[in-house]
């Protein structure tokens, strides 16, 4: 299909492991979004991308949280030193342009233990 | 503080009938409003969306409302069906959609649609 695809699906890792997270955006679209759904919560806006300019970092919950997106395509979302809380189901969704609908990926399981 | 609120966590609807679902929002700079239904272990699917400049939008059983001045939008489904038990999110964007800020959303409410 020719949606937005994240990788991996599910992430199994121990507190204080660095994971990284993986998006491909709808091939054409030049925006590209993370949130992140904590159980029996809402999305959680966490960075924005348009094309290839360097991000707003300020929607990031903490210097742990890095994001990068290469060549104005791919996109990763890396988390160091991982904590407890950082569980939670991790989308990326991706736009045509930022005026117009995202359409979501079906995101990454993160569970730390 | 939570920006855009969905009240209800859950809702009952038999099919055939009318479902409607209700969000409210307290940023008077939101200007773009969304829809979002989820299936488990799915990302959300975009069903719909609204500007501030409009009051309603309709395609074809899914019909949004904006009531600008009470800060209200509401989703209605007619006629339901099976298939439309979900998981319905609201968003809310303040630059026409989504942008820098990306999209404020709900909690959800969890449709539940009976035979």
């Known amino acids: 299909g020719a949606g937005v695809s994240q990788s991996p699906s599910n992430k199994v890792t121990e507190k204080g492991k660095d994971v990284e997270l993986r998006c491909d955006p709808i091939?054409?679209?030049?925006?590209l979004y993370w949130y992140r759904q904590s159980l029996g919560q809402g999305l959680e806006f966490l960075i924005y991308?348009?094309?290839?300019?360097?991000?707003?970092k300020s929607g990031l919950p903490s210097d742990r949280f890095s994001a990068e997106r290469t060549g104005g395509s791919v996109s990763t979302l890396t988390i160091q030193r991982t904590q407890q809380e950082d569980s939670a189901v991790y989308l990326c969704a991706s736009s045509p342009h930022p005026n117009q609908p995202q359409h979501f990926g079906d995101g990454t399981r993160l569970s730390i233990l | 503080d939570q920006q855009v609120k969905q009240n209800s966590p859950s809702l009952s609807v038999q099919e055939g009938r009318i479902s409607i679902l209700n969000c409210d929002y307290t940023n008077s700079m939101f200007d773009y409003f969304l829809w979002y239904k989820k299936y488990p272990a799915e990302g959300p699917t975009f069903l719909i969306s609204?500007?501030?400049?409009?009051d309603k939008n309709e395609d074809g059983r899914f019909t949004v409302f904006l009531n600008k001045s009470a800060k209200h939008l509401s989703l209605h489904i007619v006629p339901s069906q099976p298939g439309d038990s979900a998981v319905y999110f609201c968003a809310a964007s303040g630059d026409s959609g989504g942008g820098a800020d990306g999209l404020t959303f709900g909690k959800g409410t969890h449709l539940i649609i009976q035979p």
């Open positions: 609204i500007s501030s400049i409009k």
């Open positions: 991308f348009q094309g290839n300019s360097a991000p707003d």
């Open positions: 091939s054409g679209h030049t925006a």
